[in-house]
Structures are given as structure tokens and as C-alpha cells.
């Protein structure tokens, strides 16, 4: 199993018990796997080479899903006399990684009356692909304070769980409450 982001490689040992020439051709060939299934022999591009005793795939080579990898040897003088192994690959998601900020939230350090852009469509990165799709995506923001004399949010006094809906109508905010009190974020 390997993610599509990763390089992979099988290697293959091949040995003869003969004491005729050895000279010998190898070929791989691929073909991707339906639930029972696996004949769909497919073209590789150029960057992969075929005719090695070790298969090297770049990253991103393979869609996801799973292949059967088939290494068939056949001898130089005698093409009838040939040898065939195979191994199943499975290619899984990478994941994304969500970036609020540019760089990420490990460069967002201290300021004071300064303008916090989140924007995760513009940052975050899909390691499977060229580009990162923002429209493929919902974005939600939760924002919880935890202070000696005050904990957000909360209703009633009791601090609301990240999945809970309810807001208090007296202090929605975050970042401000209808008071005016503006609180004052510090990442360490």
C-alpha cells in the first residue's frame, strides 16, 4: 500500500537453474483491478521504465485504486520458456494539509492591532494533485477562549463542546462581545 503522493519501487530477484545461455528479457506489465477483477491492462507514461528487474514508480503516477503488477521473464534464445510473478499494489489518499496561513499557522507568532487573514483555500495543499481545489471544500472556523475569569463560549456559565449549535445572544463573538470588550489573542 502507498500513497499517491509517494515514489514507490518493487524489486524482483530472478534466478536460473539451467546451464544454458541466460541471456533474458523482463517485462512489466499493469493492470488495474476492479472489486474481483484485474484486466484492464493500462499505458504507463514514458517516465516509467518496464523492461528492468526493479519497477520504479513516480509519485502521482497511479490513480487511486488497486493494480496488479505482473513481471514476466522470458529467455533470449528460447521465448517459449518464460516465467510470470505478480504483486498488488494499492494506492490510497495522502490527505490534504490545511493551511490557514501562508506557510502555515506555526509562522502566525504575536502582534497587537493587526489583521489575522484565514484563508485555507489559497494555503492548504493536496499533495495527491498539481493544485489544491477550494471549491471542493467547506470551510468552518470554531474559536474557544479559556481564561482564570472567563471561558467562550459558553451559556449560562457552561462551557459549550465545539459540536454544540447553540450561541449565546448576549456574547456571539469570539473576537468581540456586544459589550465592546475586544479580547486580545496570543499564539505561543
Known sequence: QFRRS??????????????????????????????????????????VITTLSEFYAPAKTFAYGIYELTLTVTMTKLPSLKSSSSAYVRITPTGITPNLVELGTSMVT???????????????????QDSFNASKWKYEYYCRIYDESYNFPNLQGILLSIDDPRVDPLDPSCLSSRSGKVYDFHFD
Open 110 to 128: 504575536r502582534g497587537h492591532q493587526q489583521n489575522l487573514l484565514l484563508d485555507p483555500g489559497t494555503f492548504s495543499v493536496d499533495p495527491d
Open 6 to 47: 509517494q515514489d514507490f519501487s518493487i524489486s524482483s530477484i530472478i534466478g536460473f537453474n539451467c546451464n544454458g545461455s541466460l541471456a533474458r528479457e523482463t517485462q512489466w506489465t499493469v493492470k488495474n483491478c476492479t472489486s474481483s477483477l484485474c484486466s484492464s491492462q493500462i499505458q504507463l507514461n514514458e517516465k
